[in-house]
């Protein structure tokens, strides 16, 4: 069985660009969650999820959006792109429903380089 | 959120236990400890969680305190490939996960 998969892998942009990163959540999982990863410092959680609402969402400016499509793939965009921004972005899919969204499986990332 | 704290680093001889300790002395009684671990450049991996007996599976055992503030992560026969960062958390009322710093485990041959 797959697993999580996001697309692209890599990714440079210039400042004030707009950027889409996608994600597709493993079969069956219906919960997707967003984190930004800056260097040497843990995931943050940007947003969750689940049957294309927003379930929760991090600190993160307005910039930041998401989306959820009905085959439960995911978007992440964000828009005037600052070069703060650079970092690796993860996505991970869960089975909703209590403690078990805990139980999240991450896909490998998309690294974005702002310059 | 419940705040972990975990040691920043550590070291472990190849074939020997790790033990990954974790403080979280302000846990909610119905609030779950989860195990992440992530290997350079890659995404975080799930290894186990808990809430307040002792759970174990093909990759870890976790033991909780009986008073819940603490929590050790026991991998019984660490090899190279368990080099990772390794992180405590505590699942929040908002069931969204909340990444700290995690402990480098160094795995030496």
């Known amino acids: 069985d797959a697993g999580v998969t996001q697309s692209p892998t890599h990714l440079i942009k210039t400042r004030g660009q707009h950027v889409t990163l996608r994600c597709s959540p493993i079969?069956?999982?219906?919960?997707v969650s967003w984190y930004q990863q800056v260097l040497g410092q843990g995931p943050q959680f940007i947003f969750q999820?689940?049957?294309?609402?927003?379930?929760g969402r991090g600190n993160f400016p307005d910039r930041f959006s998401a989306r959820q499509f009905p085959n439960y793939s995911s978007e992440l965009n964000v828009n005037a792109l600052l070069l703060g921004d650079s970092a690796l972005y993860l996505c991970?899919?869960?089975?909703?429903?209590?403690?078990?969204?805990?139980?999240?499986?991450f896909g490998p990332g998309t690294r974005l380089l702002v310059l | 959120d419940a705040k972990t704290t975990q040691p920043t680093s550590m070291d472990c001889a190849e074939g020997r236990a790790a033990n990954l300790p974790c403080n979280h002395s302000?846990?909610?009684?119905?609030?779950?400890v989860y195990w992440y671990r992530q290997i350079h450049s890659q995404g975080p991996q799930y290894i186990i969680h808990?809430?307040?007996n002792n759970e174990t599976n093909e990759m870890a055992s976790l033991i909780i305190t009986e008073d819940r503030k603490s929590s050790t992560l026991i991998l019984p026969h660490a090899t190279l490939r368990d080099t990772a960062v390794y992180y405590c958390?505590?699942?929040?009322?908002?069931?969204?996960?909340?990444f700290g710093k995690g402990t480098l485990l160094t795995v030496n041959p």
């Open positions: 999820y689940y049957e294309k609402e927003e379930r």
């Open positions: 302000t846990i909610s009684g119905n609030e779950y």
């Open positions: 079969s069956g999982h219906k919960s």
């Open positions: 991970a899919s869960s089975l909703p429903g209590g403690h078990i969204s805990g139980t999240q499986y």
């Open positions: 958390i505590v699942l929040g009322s908002n069931y969204k996960l909340t």
């Open positions: 808990g809430l307040k």
